[in-house]
Nanobody, 123 residues
Framework: QVQLVESGGGLVQAGGSLRLACVAS????????MGWFRQAPGKEREFVAY????????YYADSVKGRFTISRDNAKNTVYLQMNSLKPEDTAVYCC????????????????WGQGTQVTVSS
């Protein structure tokens, strides 16, 4: 059974930083692409960042490009999201997602999702 557990969310002032982590279990982590998504109140879930199986390829939503960095440590079954220069509009629940074993981008789907961690950015 696959389990994804996020941590690292919290309340931060605009301009601040947070580092989210997502620990995966139940799959060979290194065989799967990973993604971060977010959902703000009253809005649809949106893509934030993607990382390939070996971490060699990353993609970002335009709204976070240059401020957020996705990375992974396959030895620790963990994917990270470093968020810098945070803005109030970054406030959302952030979820990680495990995708298929593929080299395609974008991946055709994400199969498993974490429960999410709340990020709140005050102005």
């Amino acid at each position: 059974q696959v389990q994804l557990v996020e941590s690292g969310g919290g309340l931060v002032q605009a301009g601040g930083s947070l580092r989210l982590a997502c620990v995966a279990s139940g799959r060979t982590f290194s065989s799967h692409v990973m993604g971060w998504f977010r959902q703000a109140p009253g809005k649809e879930r949106e893509f934030v960042a993607y990382i390939s199986r070996n971490g060699g390829s990353t993609y970002y939503a335009d709204s976070v490009k240059g401020r957020f960095t996705i990375s992974r440590d396959n030895a620790k079954n963990t994917v990270y999201l470093q968020m810098n220069s945070l803005k109030p509009e970054d406030t959302a629940v952030y979820c990680c997602a495990l995708g298929p074993s593929t080299s395609l981008y974008p991946p055709p789907r994400y199969d498993y999702w974490g429960q999410g961690t709340q990020v709140t950015v005050s102005s």
